[in-house]
């Protein structure tokens, strides 16, 4: 098993963290970036509660489900 190591990224000044293990990025730091340009105080959860971000999940998982059988893992 390989040791998942946190990569900082710089962007715009602000530090985005990124996992070498799985290669996502923290949404936290992109919508702290967000927040700062824009003058903002937006929260993840706003996304998360958002009626178009709830539908594209729920369709995300649709197609995980009914295609789990023809996907290689």
Do not use: C, H, W
Not at 58 to 73: G, H, P, T
Request: avoid cysteine.
């Amino acid at each position: 098993m390989k040791t998942s190591v946190v990569i900082f990224r710089d962007l715009n000044g602000v530090k985005i963290r990124q996992d070498s293990g799985t290669t996502f990025f923290n949404p936290n730091d992109f919508l702290e970036l967000y927040n700062s340009t824009k003058n903002d105080n937006k929260r993840l959860q706003d996304y998360l509660d958002n009626r178009g971000t709830k539908e594209t999940i729920d369709a995300i998982l649709r197609d995980l489900v009914n295609n789990a059988d023809k996907r290689d893992f």
